[in-house]
């Protein structure tokens, strides 16, 4: 779905930098929009059961008109921009993965370790049973490392 | 701290428990009506529901998917037409729906921090709009005399004098 919507803001994008040519304006900046929270979860297709609320949390530099185009396809799928999401705690160790590269918007997801160490330490009860099926399918080492790093309790999880 | 092993051990029984769980007709209904109605958007396939969902079922259901706890307040409080007998909450949750009507930040709802239940306020239902209060106050005859006359020179309703003297003065 986000994919989608990358795609779709950037052919719009696109289509303002033709029409920035004729009128003489200044082109459109890139953009490049960091996914986090649930909504990356749901994106990567993991073995776990999900639920989302409608807000997406996303981290990004977009000019302003971008944003609002963006917060337009993601309202036409039910949608909406978590205006917190700057507010949310990652860890520093936090990696990105590229899921779509257009000419002027790249999308990346953060990657499910530290999405889920970020849930166990902020809100474990809200994200109790979520963890629990993580770690019932196997943590990675990268997850018990940033677990211990950031003095997670797993075993509340258990 | 216990090793990776063991914790997956214990995590797979304790998964296990909540897979059946999440089976229960309880939980497929009241997750089937919050996705049907765009609260929810899960990675399983669900059967719609758009009946009435009792309170208890939310509850329940919301221990396993404690997103619907999140929503549940701030629906009462919107959309109570979602719901069965809204008139008898538990003591924690007519708690919190008072602040929310109050227009308050409510404490922590089962675990839900208060912060993420009242964001809900001003997202479901129709956007932006939360429940007016009703006040009463003691006017002398003259004040009331005052307010009848602005409410009938400015064309507005006696309570829009109030708001707007309000905001006046703010």
């Known amino acids: 779905m986000l994919r989608e919507i990358a795609r779709l803001l950037d052919e719009w994008l696109i289509d303002r930098e033709v029409e920035a040519r004729v009128e003489g304006l200044p082109r459109p900046r890139a953009c490049t929009i960091r996914v986090l929270g649930q909504a990356a979860l749901l994106e990567r297709g993991l073995p776990l059961q999900l639920a989302a609320t409608r807000d997406v949390d996303v981290r990004a530099d977009f000019e302003d008109s971008a944003r609002q185009r963006f917060a337009a396809l993601l309202a036409a799928k039910g949608r909406e921009l978590d205006p917190l999401a700057h507010e949310a705690w990652m860890p520093r160790e936090t990696r990105y993965e590229e899921i779509f590269r257009g000419k002027f918007v790249r999308l990346l997801l953060a990657d499910v370790e530290a999405i889920l160490i970020s849930k166990a330490r902020m809100a474990p009860g809200k994200n109790r049973q979520l963890l629990t099926e993580y770690l019932a399918i196997g943590p990675s080492d990268r997850f018990i490392e940033l677990a211990q790093k950031y003095d997670v309790d797993l075993e509340q999880f258990t | ?170």
């Open chain 2, 1 to 170: 701290m216990i090793s990776k092993e063991e914790l997956q051990r214990r995590a797979k029984r304790r998964a296990a428990r909540i897979r059946q769980r999440r089976k229960d007709p309880r939980f497929l209904r009241v997750l089937g009506r919050f996705v049907d109605d765009g609260l929810l958007f899960v990675n399983e396939e669900v059967e719609p529901f758009r009946g009435r969902l009792a309170i208890a079922d939310v509850l329940w259901a919301g221990e396993l998917e404690p997103r619907l706890l999140e929503l549940l307040p701030a629906l009462l409080v919107k959309r109570p037409g979602m719901f069965e007998m809204t008139s008898e909450l538990p003591e924690d949750l007519e708690r919190v729906v008072a602040e929310l009507r109050r227009g308050r930040v409510p404490g922590t709802f089962r675990e839900i921090p208060g912060s993420d239940v009242h964001r809900w306020l001003l997202r479901v239902g129709r956007p932006g709009k939360v429940p007016a209060l009703l006040k009463s106050f003691r006017f002398t005859p003259e004040d009331l005399r005052l307010l009848e006359h602005l409410a009938e020179k400015l064309s507005l309703s006696q309570t829009d004098v109030i708001r707007r003297g309000l905001r006046a003065l703010a």
